[in-house]
């Protein structure tokens, strides 16, 4: 099991690699994953091939924007199951 990140400036890269998944069928994971933060604005791209045919934020490959305007957050995400959310988050 390896795990690794690296943060220069404005990008962030991580990455996980393991030879076994948990499921005890013997499958290995990697995780890779990127973001970028110009500002209030955060796209993040994630990748996880022990994640093949799940949904939601477990998908396999997800995208992410995210937009912080101080008092109200957006958050817009895709995956490879061609399901989409937006969605807003107020704080007080």
């Known amino acids: 099991y390896m795990r690794a990140g690296y943060t220069n400036g404005a990008l962030t890269v991580g990455l996980e690699v393991a030879d076994t998944d948990g ?3 013997g499958s290995s994971v990697n ?3 990127l973001s ?3 500002g209030a604005l955060t796209i993040a791209y994630a ?3 022990g994640d093949v045919g799940k949904f939601g934020d477990e998908a ?3 995208t992410t924007l995210t937009y912080d ?4 957050t957006l958050v ?3 995956n490879d199951q061609d399901e989409t959310e937006v969605s ?3 704080s007080f």
């Open 47 to 49: 990748k996880d091939t």
């Open 76 to 78: 817009a995400k895709g």
């Open 60 to 62: 396999e490959t997800l």
């Open 23 to 25: 499921s005890g069928a």
């Open 88 to 90: 807003a988050a107020f």
């Open 69 to 72: 305007l101080g008092g109200v």
């Open 36 to 38: 970028y933060t110009m």
């Open 31 to 33: 995780t890779i994953s």
